[in-house]
């Protein structure tokens, strides 16, 4: 009795769309999942590209991305699954794909469309809410079509309750699977080799031909319908790169473009993902050009060691290399290794900005947390910090497990230079003045002042050392005015130092 009725409760499915068309043989099935869940992934992850020239690469915009998609791939994984029950599955499945195909041909516009007016703000940057909501209008409408696929697919092969389980779990290994091929495919193969605008247009066109193969093998599309589809995709396929980018060259980290600096026909500016970062002078490298910071520090150096006494100096961050060249032209003998995470950075500079390596003025790729640890221990008399991603200094940067390492290769007289930049009400530099107090004995700023004596907020230049600093003016420097250690430690108070389980930098910067 017991089996009978355990009998009974299986039943087959019935649904009349799906009974009147033949399941997909299982290869084909599990490749449209693939296709439609990798595509998904590789948008996620060039879209990080598209919006840092708008936004900036910071941590609000990367989660803004996470979320946009997230938010797609549930709406496309809810409603898909509503409307697979109701409608023919081929029809669906192909029209899915051709949809999803278009749309993604639309992110680009979308983004280049959008991106400006999301910038906002007297510092560039649009901040959070400029990041969500171009995501949002990019990234949502086709992360939801194509995630509505694999609800599809598993209703188009269901024919059996007793099945349901092999063909549902099947299906969403094959989409887990195309979404870590996209994943891996993008960040090693895709980004390094290609513009994201083509990028995206690759996978517009996969998928669209997926579509119409899938449309053609089930019958579904007519000969005008595979027609339209194809001159679809061309018509849109040419809209994106007839937009203006704003990227002279496109890194794998980075949106490079290289401006002429009005009245100065020897200087160049070095803008990376819409930020001003580097001021060089093709024919004369000791003209550190029209950014304060960059005095400050030479300004610095000059105090701590009189020149021209060759220094070793190891520069965290690129750019446009503009310290390293004023330091060999000042002074003649220096040695300088500069830690630069973009290769294709220092390519760039090779042929835009007149940057020549040498023994004497190397560059080391890769992250400077690595890179750094091959360097001698007390080996250098100068450490340079000025590495930013767009207005943001990567945290690993910041913390006191990062400054014991640079405490590491300095001398003990040794000088480390660090650029910040924030403005009131200064958590970030407060947080980081904080940090550097528990690493080094001495500690200065150099940064323009408000009315009421204190940091008014821009770039700021810590000075930190073992050894005690030499004596400086405490009227302002080069339109800035210069910060003891006492003012520091006040300044400090009750600010929580940075460390590598805890360091929030992209929330603490005021922008």
Known sequence: MSSKRSRARVKPLKNEAAVATPPLPAVFAAGTVFVAAGCVLVLEILAVRLLAPYVGLTLETTTSIIGAVLLGISVGAAIGGRVADRTHPGRLVVGLLI???LLALLTVPIVRWLGPSARGGAAGGGGAGGAIGVTVAALVPVAAVLSAVSPAVAHWQLRDLRT???????????????????????????????????????????????????????????????????????????????????????????????????????????????????????????????????????????????????????????????????????????????????????????????LRTSPALRSTVGDARVTMRRERTHSADLVVGDAFSGLT???????????????????????????????????????????????????????????????????????????????????????????????????????????????PVDQLETR
């Open 99 to 101: 949809g999803g195909g």
């Open 164 to 354: 349901s389980g092999a063909v549902v779990g099947g299906l969403s290994a094959w989409a887990t699977a195309g979404a870590l091929v996209g994943t891996f495919g993008t960040g090693f193969v895709l980004v390094p080799l290609l513009p994201v605008s083509t990028s995206v247009l690759a996978v517009a066109i996969v998928l669209v031909l997926a579509g119409v193969l899938l449309g053609a093998y089930t019958r579904v599309l007519g000969a005008r319908a595979i027609a339209g589809a194809i001159l679809s995709t061309a018509a849109l396929g040419v809209l994106g790169p007839s937009l203006h980018s704003p990227c002279d060259t496109e890194t794998s980290y980075h949106c490079v473009q290289i401006k002429d600096l009005a009245g100065d026909a020897a200087g160049r500016l070095l803008v990376l993902d819409g930020e001003y970062n580097s001021y060089v002078n093709l024919e004369d490298p000791r003209n550190l050009g029209p950014f304060r910071y960059t005095r400050w520090i030479a300004e610095e150096v000059n105090v701590h060691g009189t020149p021209p006494a060759p220094l070793y100096a190891v520069f965290v961050g690129g750019g446009g290399f503009t310290l390293p060249r004023w330091l060999a032209a000042t002074r003649p003998g220096s040695r300088s290794n500069v830690l630069e995470v973009d290769g294709e950075l220092v390519d760039a500079d090779r042929r835009d900005l007149g």
């Open 393 to 503: 200094i990567p945290w690993q940067l910041m913390t006191v497990e990062w400054l014991k390492e640079v405490r590491r290769v300095l001398k003990p007289d040794g000088l480390y230079a660090l650029n910040i930049i924030d403005l009131r009400p200064l958590a970030l530099l407060r947080a980081e003045l904080a940090t550097l107090l528990k690493v080094f004995s001495n500690v200065r700023m150099v940064t323009p002042a408000g009315e009421d004596g204190r940091p008014a907020g821009d770039n700021a230049i810590v000075f930190a050392s073992n050894a005690p600093l030499p004596p400086r003016q405490s009227a302002p420097v080069a339109e800035a005015s210069v910060f003891e250690r006492p003012a520091l430690v006040r300044l400090a108070s009750g600010a929580k130092s940075l460390r590598d389980d805890y360091a």
